[in-house]
């Protein structure tokens, strides 16, 4: 609109409209007769009003959401707690197939050297029962467990049975001060006790002075009379350090069990003895040695008065005298070493 006098006149005209249209609502109050129009512009503008300030005004709608959470939160707080059974039930599956390879082990273990098993859980570790390295297993004498049995795991010799009620029993592990078992060296037949340091090595006593024991040579038990308390050729552990005779007539050396005896959960006590003793077969199979290198030949080649290169089967595969070749590379010189490899 251009800036002429009508257009100033009709400001004007408008702006005295609007200020006695005001007047008149406020002196009227609830019945004031703009009530009507007012709230006809309402509802024509009002929804679009409100969807604009919510497009454009972020707070306002952090406001909203936070005065509308109260009618969501026990929606919420079903969510959480679904969450929380869906975690702990992974959780419980991750342990569950941690117990079904260590079930698996064992029982391939016990195949293999043909014992006969009864599976139990460890249920209480021996503070409960004293300064002892003891364990408390979920089965007794109901599930025919006796006194002086053989305890193993899918990694080799855990323990022998010390005590049997009737459901639960003890088992004295094989790292306990007071812990004796006779063992057969692999291969070599070489018989010792070993007995149990805690958390160090179990020691070794060899009953030769003189064996040839080194580091990585491997043990089983050699068996009890009657088979009790220990079968025969179960893993013990491997070599890990030998001490000098020093003119004893026993040989001393330290042995790393297979068993990990701070995370023991499933165990097999042998209620079955096998029929012939299984020997090394028992022991987990020796990783690879990794191949040896290949040497790399090499040739000796002689310089002949002439200046010809020879090498050892008499061909000449040069001369000293010879000029650079047409691709610029440059010929061998008297300085050069005569060995060289193919």
Known sequence: MRDTRESRLLLVLLIVIAFALITVDIR??????????????????????????SAVDPV???????????SRHDKIAALEKENAELKASLGSDDRNRSRVRQLDAMLKKSATGQYGIKAAEVI???????????VTIDAGSKDGVKRDMTVLNGDGLVGRVTTVGPDTATVLLANDPDFTVGTRMEATDELGFATGQGTRPLAVQFLNGKARVKKGDRLVTFG???????VPGVPVGEVVRVDPSGGDLTRTVYVRPYVSF??????????????TDPRDMVLPKKPKAPAKPKPTPTVTVTISPNGDIVDTEGNVVGNIHESPDPSGNATPSAGDAVNEQR
Request: hydrophobic share 40%; charged share 15%.
């Open 28 to 53: 009227g109050g609830e019945g004031s007769p703009v009530d009507g129009a007012r709230q006809a512009a309402a509802t024509v503008f009002g929804p679009v009003e409100n969807g604009v300030a």
């Open 262 to 275: 701070t995370k023991l959960d499933i165990v097999g006590i042998v209620v079955q003895a096998p029929r």
């Open 124 to 134: 209480a570790i021996g503070a409960a029962q004293g300064f002892s390295w003891t």
């Open 224 to 230: 009890s009379s009657k088979d009790k308390p220990f």
């Open 60 to 70: 306002g709608n952090a406001i909203g959401a936070v005065r509308a959470s109260g």
